[in-house]
């Protein structure tokens, strides 16, 4: 009888370093936990995987041994038959997240865009489309954008917000030939559309690219399909949803947020859990800078450097929000009451947004998150 669960995907994601796959969760490992996954697969036994492992990596380990370091390895990954499925669960940060398209129907969506994702294609288009946006974003007078309605954008906008999800799942497909369905969730306070493509861990480092850029690609498509209207038209609402997905779609490579650009960095870098791995090595700069410095390798100062950088840009963001910006945190609360009145009362068109609206939420949601690490920490301390 094997020794471990056969019902894993192992592909490779680095020169020295492997994603299994187990009960939809990912786990990457290092060449020699690799190694020792082959050894306990093919054993029938603990006693012939321990004769593998030390013929293997010429060491002596005895039964004993070899049982506790193969739990202390694969602790975190349901690899045995005695794991259970929720053994370690994956942290999400899209909260209250509900599929709306299901992978199958996705798959179906997705047929007509297929052949933009392939390589040469994807790339020349993105890169001419990336021109053309930067164009419309440094010629637009803001005299010629619309004075339409907040309703209109909203209605214009929305479908491009789902042909980037649709995006992201056709990379995925075209390239490990699975994809995941398609839903709705919360981002800090935000309602956001999602797509699950976790199935890309088994893609190359360019295919990972290609399916981090694919939704910014949709969006920009759709930006060509609003410029050509508005030349054909004349009529600025057009010129302003080109204007305002060229915007978005060099916002969205930022990689200071959980959003495209984040995960770009992450793949082009080779490192998963960026933002967690660059606070933690940051903490620890803090609290003992010499044993940091002395251990840095290449790809270390990446992630401090990335992190320090983090920390700079958030540290000023707040100072200047409180600084400059109290009275609009003030007012919020009050802002947000008269727009929900106005929206009952389906007077969308008296709906004005301040350009300051978005940085408010921001600010109270990181100081809201911020005051809930430290009750975290505090119950934690008083309950040990």
């Known amino acids: 009888m094997p020794l471990i669960r056969k019902n894993y995907t192992l592909s490779s994601y680095s020169n020295n370093s492997w994603i299994i796959e187990i009960f939809g969760q990912h786990f990457i490992i290092n060449q020699d936990s690799k190694k020792l996954l082959d050894i306990l697969s093919v054993s029938e036994n603990y006693d012939e995987a321990v004769l593998k492992f030390n013929s293997s990596f010429n060491d002596n380990l005895n039964k004993e041994n070899f049982l506790e370091l193969v739990k202390n390895i694969f602790s975190k990954i349901p690899i045995f038959e005695t794991d259970s499925e929720d053994m370690e669960s994956n942290k999400n940060f899209i909260k209250f997240q509900k599929p709306i398209i299901k992978s199958k129907l996705a798959a179906e969506l997705i047929y007509p865009f297929m052949v933009l994702f392939n390589k040469k294609i994807f790339w020349i288009f993105f890169v001419l489309l990336s021109i053309i946006a930067t164009i419309i974003i440094i010629t637009t007078p803001f005299s010629l954008l619309s004075k ?3 309703l209109w954008t909203l209605l214009l906008y929305t479908p491009t917000v789902l042909l980037h999800e649709l995006g992201h799942i056709a990379a995925c497909k075209k390239y490990t030939g699975k994809n995941g369905d398609i839903g709705v969730g919360i981002y800090f306070i935000f309602p956001v559309f999602y797509s699950d493509v976790s199935a890309v861990w088994h893609a190359t480092k360019e295919e990972r690219v290609i399916v981090n850029l694919s939704g910014i690609y949709m969006q920009l498509l759709s930006m060509l ?70 251990n840095l390798t290449p790809k270390n100062i990446f992630i401090l450097l990335y992190g320090l950088f983090n920390t700079f840009i958030l540290t000023y963001f707040i100072f200047t929000q409180i600084v400059f910006k109290w009275r609009e945190i003030i007012n919020f609360p009050f802002l947000i009451l008269d727009i929900v009145k106005k929206i009952f009362a389906f007077e969308f068109s008296q709906i004005q947004f301040s350009p300051t609206i978005i940085t408010t939420i921001v600010f109270i949601m990181i100081i809201y998150n911020f005051v809930k690490k430290i009750t975290i920490s505090i119950k934690k301390k008083f309950s040990t």
């Open 148 to 150: 339409e309605s907040f």
């Open 225 to 294: 399909i609003f410029i050509t209207m508005f030349f054909v038209l004349k009529n600025n609402l057009f010129l302003q949803m080109a204007y305002i997905l060229a915007i978005y779609s060099f916002v969205q490579l930022i990689p200071f947020v959980r959003s495209d650009g984040y995960w770009l960095l992450s793949d082009v870098s080779s490192t998963p859990n960026l933002q967690d791995r660059s606070n933690g090595i940051v903490m620890t700069l803090l609290k003992s800078p010499i044993n940091i410095l002395k």
